[in-house]
């Protein structure tokens, strides 16, 4: 079962770092933990993926835990165009399974 | 081009029409998705295509008939649907088919918004 919990909203500060918790205390042992945003009026955009591994692009970075059972969206300096719903996302690629969603908002 | 074009944006349609979504991508993927979207929750996965064969289909109503014709389209049939199908339709695609081992990132377009009269 893929299933992930996160926080329903959170608000941050512009230019401030912005840390997107995600429980997934059922992960399977080869499922990424994938994250995507979504934009109003878009289609949600992939961020970030890892395994074990804390892992960095552009965009963001991935803290996973050692046990595996969480992990951190952490997005280093939050401007106005990160504000949109940010879903932790388990189970194996081709069946991805969105948890609920935390929706971001940023204060300039 | 790394877009995946959804057709139409928006679509009304009544209780006894039949219609179909679009789904184009010329990325080279070989694994195409169908995810229904209703507001304020998140996509729920609908049907997979893996190298043009069905893989997944998540227990859908028969009302919704998924078809990919070639590596990058997909379509979605709609027939006798209901009002509480009203929802937004994103289509995606990946480079690879399902299973664990594969780790790419799905390419969503920007959805289809269904009502349904």
């Known amino acids: 079962d893929a299933k992930t919990t996160q926080p329903n909203s959170m608000e941050s500060n512009e230019e401030e770092p912005v840390h997107l918790p995600c429980n997934h205390s059922?992960?399977?042992?080869?499922?990424?933990i994938h994250w995507y945003r979504q934009l109003p009026s878009q289609g949600p955009e992939y961020v970030i993926h890892?395994?074990?591994s804390n892992v960095n692009n552009r965009m963001a970075s991935l803290a996973i835990a050692e046990d595996r059972k969480s992990s951190t969206l952490i997005l280093h300096r939050a401007t106005l165009r990160d504000a949109a719903v940010y879903y932790c996302v388990g189970g194996s690629q081709g069946n991805l399974i969105f948890g609920k969603g935390t929706k971001l908002s940023v204060k300039p | 081009d790394t877009e995946v074009t959804q057709t139409p944006k928006h679509l009304v349609m009544g209780m006894t029409n039949k219609k179909s979504l679009k789904c184009e991508q010329h990325m080279g993927h070989r694994a195409m998705y169908w995810y229904k979207q209703k507001a304020k929750k998140p996509p729920e996965l609908m049907f997979v295509y893996s190298y043009e064969k069905l893989s997944i289909n998540e227990s859908v109503p028969s009302r919704f008939s998924p078809e990919c014709p070639n590596s990058s389209l997909l379509n979605l049939h709609l027939h006798a649907l209901q009002p509480e199908d009203s929802a937004l339709y994103l289509c995606?695609?990946?480079?690879?088919?399902?299973?664990?081992?594969?780790?790419?990132?799905?390419?969503f377009g920007e959805g289809s918004r269904l009502t349904v009269l």
């Open positions: 995606a695609s990946s480079q690879e088919g399902t299973g664990a081992a594969n780790t790419g990132e799905l390419f």
């Open positions: 890892g395994l074990t």
């Open positions: 059922t992960i399977s042992g080869t499922d990424y």
